[in-house]
């Protein structure tokens, strides 16, 4: 069974472009969440979708955006680059069942670089 | 905020050493508090996790032990192996979403 895939590995910008991330999650899963990992900060949430809806948000500016397609695989756009957004930014799958929907599995991550 | 700080930063082993990590969370809602395992170049795997109602879990060489009146959790690594060379998250799960430690890199040297 595959994992969670993201494309592409690494992505490299300038400050005030845009970037675009994707996301296919593990076959069945409908949850798709993204996790920004800065050098020094852990993983810090972004966003959650399921069901094709945003359920979660964490505490980044609007310039982060994404969405979630019928087939579950998701999309993480970022506008307006700065600097700061480089990071490793990574994608997690669950499959929502009782007691298990906290169990993520990620994938190895889109490594961005803001110029 | 931090709502699960995470200690120490980074952590030197000997082989057959045990390694010790701590964690200690603020939000009381918290349900579940996994540990994650995060080799270079790939993304965190799930290592062991548990739940509040019980005190401690143990998987093979791998323990976590939980105190929920301090609100602490830790993970032991018995016997640790340089192949456990890794950055280890602790994180707290309520509502869907798990809050993370910033990490600790353990380096077991053979």
């Known amino acids: 069974e595959a994992g969670v895939t993201q494309s592409p590995t690494h992505l490299i910008k300038t400050r005030g472009q845009q970037a675009t991330l994707r996301c296919s999650p593990i076959?069945?899963?409908?949850?798709v969440y993204w996790y920004q990992q800065a050098l020094g900060l852990g993983l810090q949430f972004l966003l959650w979708?399921?069901?094709?809806?945003?359920?979660n948000r964490g505490n980044f500016p609007p310039r982060f955006s994404g969405r979630q397609f019928p087939n579950y695989s998701s999309e993480l756009n970022v506008n307006a680059l700065e600097l700061e957004d480089s990071a490793l930014y990574l994608c997690?799958?669950?499959?929502?069942?009782?007691?298990?929907?906290?169990?993520?599995?990620f994938g190895s991550g889109t490594q961005l670089s803001v110029l | 905020q931090q709502q699960v700080k995470q200690s120490p930063q980074s952590l030197i082993v000997q082989k057959g050493g045990i390694s010790i990590i701590n964690c200690a969370y603020e939000?009381?809602?918290?349900?579940?508090f996994p540990w994650y395992q995060q080799f270079p170049g790939k993304g965190p795997a799930l290592l062991i996790a548990?739940?509040?109602?019980?005190s401690e879990k143990k998987e093979g060489r791998f323990t976590i032990s939980f105190n929920k009146s301090a609100k602490q959790f830790s993970l032991h690594i018995m016997d640790s192996q340089p192949g456990d060379s890794a950055t280890y998250f602790c994180?707290?799960?309520?509502?869907?979403?798990?809050?993370f430690g910033k990490g600790t890199l353990l380096t077991v040297n053979p």
């Open positions: 997690a799958s669950s499959l929502k069942l009782t007691g298990e929907n906290e169990k993520l599995f």
């Open positions: 076959s069945g899963h409908t949850s």
């Open positions: 979708y399921d069901e094709g809806e945003e359920r």
């Open positions: 939000n009381t809602a918290f349900d579940y």
């Open positions: 548990i739940r509040p109602d019980v």
């Open positions: 994180a707290g799960g309520s509502n869907y979403k798990l809050t």
